[in-house]
Each structure stands twice: as C-alpha cells, then as structure tokens.
C-alpha cells in the first residue's frame, strides 16, 4: 500500500498547487520515482496524460469560481496561469462548449472533474505471468537514443521509428553479429536484440532507450554504447503469444496492467532504474516479449 499511497500524496500535493506552478519534479519526488516514470504510470493508470489532468481540474475550479462568485475573467485567468482574459477564455471554452461569461448564467450545463484517487481495484479475471528472479550486474551494449517525455503517446511512435531507422541501416544484424550469438528464423527464446530503458539519467524530462544485447565475454565491441545495470530483484512479466504485427499492442496493454492490477495488489513496489523489453520466439513459432522491472 506505500507505493499507492505515494501516488496519491503526488496527486494531493497537484491540487493543493492548482493556481501555482506545479513543479513535475516535486511530484514525482513525493511518488519516489522520476518524472519519466510518474508520469508514465500515471497515464497508464487514470488513461489521460498528467498535463490534461491538471488542465481538467483547473478548469473545474475556475468554472466553480465563476459561479459562485463575483471575480473578474482576467483575475480567474491570472490565477490559473494565463497571461490575457482571451487566452483563458479560449481555453475555457474548449472544455466546457462556453465562453466564462455564459458559464456565470444559471441553468448553463458545465463539465466537472473530480480529483482522482488510487485505489486498489479487484479484477484478476484474465491472468497475469509473471515471476521473481535476482540477478547479479548485468551488462549491455548496442545504440542508444535519448527522447523527451512526451505526454500524447508520440513515443508509441517515436520509439518503433527509432527501431526501424536502425533495422534499415543494419545496426540489428551488426549488434548480433557482435553478440556472438547464432540466431537465426528457427531460433525459439529470447533472442539476442531486445531493449533498456531509464538504466541512466539523462536530465530533465527526458529518458535513454537502447537497442541492446548482453555483453559477450569478450568485452564490449567497439562503436556501441555500453551500459552497466546494477545487480536487482526483478518482476517479469510474460505476454501472450502474438503475431509480430501485434507486439506494440501487447506490450503497451501488459505494461498497463502491471501497473493498475499487479502492483497494486501485490507485495512489491516498483524501483525507479532500468526496465527490460525482451523479445522472444514460441515454440509454434510465435512472438512473445517479457517485461522486466526492478522491485523491492
């Protein structure tokens, strides 16, 4: 229950800061994880970025005030953070369908957010494979990218761009090769390519995502980005076996539900560090892919 009752001390400290700046580093300080990830769990639990949370609830507020008082459009606006009436206004209006000066007329239907509140939520009808292993300081080599935390999901595209950059320029078989590992079509497990993420900081509201294998015993292979990942407990999670044209799909529903079904319910909190996509190959000749995030 510490892992949820952070996320909502996170979510407490966000409306007792409505009409301030909201510093994204203070909350994801408050949920002890970094900006990157609060705001990552925080979509995939409530389904809606952080930034349009904030918006709803202001916007909430303000339609409140200017029902149930007599302040000035420019002193609302100035309140919530926008620098002219119009501005507000505008905004104002994209949510509710009226302009603040109709939304003062009684019988005018509003639009109304609550604050949110996690909670544990008692599902389980579709089952969940996972397991706990510890393993000692892992290393990884391949090519990195670093990408701001997009709040609108332009990482669901950004990411497979970055992957299908590098598979055209050969960067997938050259990794391989210098891998050592023999794969081929008929190979069934984990193959060699997979990828790491948040294994170190890179500032600000930005993360490192690196198409990756495991350091042969040979040492890292020159032209690659090395990465060391410290010795953890981790919580894997395994998909159900898809077409490749599916895995993007698979992943991002898995990842949700770990973090609004099994981590809520279970007796482990997320660390904030490095987390594993690996893909693998099934004994029928499917895809499947694992999740790996550190825990304590």
Not at 81 to 97: D, I, L, T, V
Not at 169 to 196: E, F, M, Q, Y
Not at 268 to 283: H, I, K, N, R
Request: net charge negative.
């Amino acid at each position: 229950m510490g892992w949820l009752e952070r996320m909502n001390s996170a979510i407490n400290y966000i409306e007792e800061n409505l009409t301030e700046e909201i510093d994204n580093t203070k909350v994801a300080e408050i949920a002890c994880c970094s900006v990157y990830n609060f705001q990552r769990i925080f979509s995939f639990m409530t389904d809606i970025p952080l930034s349009e949370y904030i918006r709803r609830r202001r916007f909430t507020l303000a339609a409140l005030e200017l029902q149930n008082s007599a302040i000035k459009i420019i002193d609302l606006a100035l309140k919530y953070g926008y620098q002219s009436p119009e501005a507000f206004s505008r905004a104002f209006q994209n949510m509710h369908g009226v302009t603040p000066t109709i939304a003062r007329n009684q019988g005018v239907y509003l639009k109304a957010y609550p604050c949110i509140s996690f909670q544990i939520s008692i599902r389980g009808d579709v089952e969940m494979n996972y397991r706990i292993e510890k393993k000692g300081t892992l290393s990884v080599f391949g090519v990195e990218e670093v990408f701001t935390n997009f709040e609108n999901d332009e990482n669901l595209k950004a990411i497979p761009e970055f992957w299908q950059n590098e598979i055209k320029k050969g960067t997938l078989d050259r990794i391989t090769k210098a891998s050592g590992i023999k794969w081929n079509s008929s190979c069934k497990g984990i193959g060699p390519i997979n990828a790491v993420m948040c294994y170190r900081d890179t500032g600000g509201n930005t993360f490192p995502y690196m198409i990756c294998a495991f350091t042969p015993v040979s040492g890292v292979p020159k032209g690659f980005t090395y990465a060391e990942i410290p010795a953890l407990t981790w919580v894997i999670f395994k998909t159900e076996e898809h077409t490749e044209d599916k895995t993007s799909g698979v992943i991002q529903a898995l990842w949700k539900r770990i973090y609004t079904e099994w981590f809520p319910t279970s007796d482990y909190e997320p660390l904030d560090g490095p987390e594993f996509e690996m893909y693998g190959v099934s004994e029928n000749g499917k895809k499947y892919c694992e999740i790996w995030i550190p825990v304590k």
